[in-house]
């Protein structure tokens, strides 16, 4: 049903496009309320516009905090136009109908990313913007509710051609706008409620579609990317160069190839498959660091995604455009880079301008039946001197290094994980297994394979070091490390068989220390 509009109300912080919007209003011969600002704005433009203050009989006070919180202005929002007693009350009370609200609400999302400053982010905590679009979005039946100016030109086109606007699209604003007010509400109470040292009592999940996707894991599944407002650098807030859209898989492991590298400080490259790395490097360049985690399982990078915690440059440009590759991620690129890509339409190129800080904490959401986990991002860091050295043979400072360079990667590995790592490359991956023997054999046989392969003499975990993200709850892991020439091995500890174990390295000259930290990542 078209629902004619009369009168409007337009008070908006992003004033993009409300000018022309506007201009299409009163030609069709609507009035216009207007506040502050926007009122300002509409007269430059040469409209006509009445005050809200004039409406009310009641002038902004309190720097503007007050001025649309009044029963002429919610009356003429929620009043139900096909219901007498609201009616009589209107007429009751001299309140006339307010067919139209045009409001978007105070940058509260837009000043947390460029400050701190408490009593500035108070400020731009909004109130009467969230009042008055609920109200009518919560009587779109008769009202037309406008809180992104992506709108203006739907409802434009419709009160042009129909003099008002259709059940069905007023029903799809006042969606939106539910929307719009949970997420805004969602990431004030978010970060106040980011100085408790627990997770607070309610938790909100809120987000803003960036784009729909084609489909999720399987073409049978619907999904979509939404940005929930953080700026952290990554695949969701990059700049995509060129390529095909990333599918949802694509996200998925680009987001994982990314935080992977954002962990070491030496120039490193990451090859991603499925969320799990098949081959990491850190080297003095980053195109020798390219060539020893393609040469890590060249076989796995084959269509996979690769990422860099360096720039992009032409050499390395060349060197990934020699295979298939689904995407590249990294802070930036040069020009020459950029034009090398461009021989690859079908290569995404992301460039996201930073790299994510591993050592920041944040939410992170899992979705269960009749509900959602939530935890902290896992930002757990270890150095040399939290290392505890549990065996006879102390670890030599180049195998403390590879063990280092092991943990880290082994945190960003599906559990259950075992990674060999022989001078910052990792020589065999084991992931996602039932058993840690398993995942240590399914390494080795990768390092074997991969030894045969390139034509090396040993497999590379042949002197390596090996890292578990978990204890052994038996010793039969580390014998099979041991059996395939690692020196040494880095593991959380806390078995009730740590004794065993312990054992178990000494009686084959392993050395091995003990993190006290877990880095499960089912």
Same mark, same amino acid.
């Given at each position: ?87 009589? %009350? ?51 039946? $008769? ?30 604003? %006042?969606?939106?706008? $539910? ?144 295979? $298939? ?146 204890? $052994? ?50």
């Amino acid at each position: 049903m078209i629902r004619p509009i009369r009168r409007a109300l337009l008070s908006v912080s992003d004033k993009t496009g409300l000018a022309a919007f506007a201009a299409t209003l009163a030609a069709a011969g609507i009035e216009l309320l207007s506040t502050g600002g926007t009122a300002k704005m509409l007269r430059e433009a040469g409209l006509d516009v009445t005050d809200v203050s004039a409406v009310t009989g009641f002038p902004e006070i309190m720097d503007g905090r007050v001025k649309t919180l009044h029963p002429k202005i919610h009356g003429g929002l929620l009043a139900r136009r096909d219901n007498d007693a609201d009616l009589a %009350a209107m007429k009751a009370e001299s309140i006339d109908n307010i067919d139209l609200l045009v409001v978007n609400l105070y940058p509260f999302e837009a000043t947390l990313k460029r400050t701190d400053d408490r009593s500035e982010l108070i400020e731009n905590i909004d109130i009467g913007g969230p009042a008055m679009i609920r109200a009518a979005a919560k009587n779109h039946d $008769f009202v037309t509710v406008i809180c992104d100016p992506a709108d203006y030109e739907v409802a434009g086109s419709e009160i042009i051609t129909h003099g008002g606007t259709s059940l069905a699209l007023r029903q799809k604003l %006042a969606m939106t706008a $539910f929307a719009r007010t949970a997420a805004y509400d969602s990431a004030i109470a978010n970060w106040m409620a980011s100085d408790e040292a627990n997770l607070p009592k309610s938790a909100s999940l809120a987000g803003t579609r960036v784009n729909a996707l084609r489909y999720g894991e399987n073409p049978h599944q619907q999904a979509a990317l939404y940005s929930h407002g953080d700026d952290r650098p990554g695949v969701t807030n990059a700049r995509q160069l060129q390529g095909k859209p990333l599918s949802y898989n694509n996200i998925n492991d680009t987001n994982a190839a990314f935080e992977l590298v954002a962990e070491f400080d030496a120039p490193t490259v990451a090859i991603i498959k499925h969320a799990n790395p098949c081959g990491v490097a850190s080297a003095g360049s980053m195109t020798d660091a390219w060539q020893h985690a393609l040469a890590a399982d060249p076989v796995s990078a084959f269509g996979g995604i690769v990422a860099l915690n360096r720039p992009l440059d032409e050499a390395l440009a060349h060197a990934i455009t020699s295979i $298939f590759t689904e995407v590249v991620i990294a802070p930036d690129a040069s020009d020459a880079a950029i034009a090398v890509m461009q021989a690859k339409p079908n290569l995404r190129l992301l460039l996201t301008g930073a790299m994510p800080d591993p050592a920041v904490s944040a939410p992170v959401f899992k979705s269960v039946a009749g509900g959602f986990l939530v935890q902290t991002r896992d930002n757990g860091i270890i150095t040399r001197n939290d290392l505890k050295i549990v065996t006879r043979r102390i670890p030599s400072d180049a195998e403390i290094d590879d063990m280092l360079f092991a943990w880290k990667v082994t945190k960003h590995v599906k559990s259950n994980a075992i990674v060999f790592v022989k001078d910052a490359i990792t020589a065999g991956v084991g992931a996602g297994q039932m058993s840690r023997i398993d995942s240590a054999r399914i390494a080795v046989q990768k390092a074997a394979d991969m030894a045969k392969l390139n034509g090396w003499d040993t497999p590379r975990t042949t002197g390596s070091v090996a890292a578990s993200d978990a204890f $052994f709850p038996f010793a039969d892991g580390l014998e099979a490390i041991a059996k395939a020439g690692s020196t040494a091995i880095i593991q959380p500890g806390g078995s009730m068989k740590d004794d065993e174990v312990i054992a178990a390295a000494d009686e084959v000259g392993l050395a091995m220390v003990f993190t006290g930290m877990r880095h499960f990542n089912h």
